[in-house]
């Protein structure tokens, strides 16, 4: 009967803890700790497109979807958000957008381009 136990924990032990990993890196918790917190000046005061200085309002929406050139991503989940409020990762799939693509001019920039430090 030890002999069962003991192969029961060495079965079990590696289970609860690939198990515990997993919940640790759920997307939407992983989106929540990325959220944009509310600053005294408004973050979107901040980014616009590096290209065409065009800025997003809150009510822009970007969509996780197939991408070739140049994020080169496939298995959109089909999330529809801001993307400046998680800081470009996906609230559906967790995917962490490298690339921007501007609703403006339709031209994509790497998305840490589209922060800037100064208030224009």
């Not at 065009?54 to 959109?76: I, K, L, T, Y």
Request: aromatic share 12%; glycine share 8%; proline share 8%.
């Amino acid at each position: 009967m030890p002999l069962q136990k003991k192969n029961l924990h060495r079965f079990l032990l590696p289970v609860l803890g690939f198990s515990l990993f997993q919940r640790g890196l759920m997307p939407e918790k992983i989106a929540e700790s990325h959220t944009r917190q509310d600053h005294e000046e408004p973050e979107s005061s901040r980014i616009r497109c590096p290209l065409c200085k065009w800025r997003p309002e809150a009510s822009s929406r970007w969509q996780c979807d197939d991408c070739g050139n140049p994020e080169f991503f496939f298995g959109g989940c089909g999330a529809v958000w801001n993307t400046f409020d998680t800081h470009g990762l996906c609230p559906g799939c967790g995917h962490q957008w490298r690339w921007t693509g501007c609703l403006d001019c339709h031209q994509w920039s790497p998305h840490e381009d589209w922060y800037t430090k100064e208030a224009d």
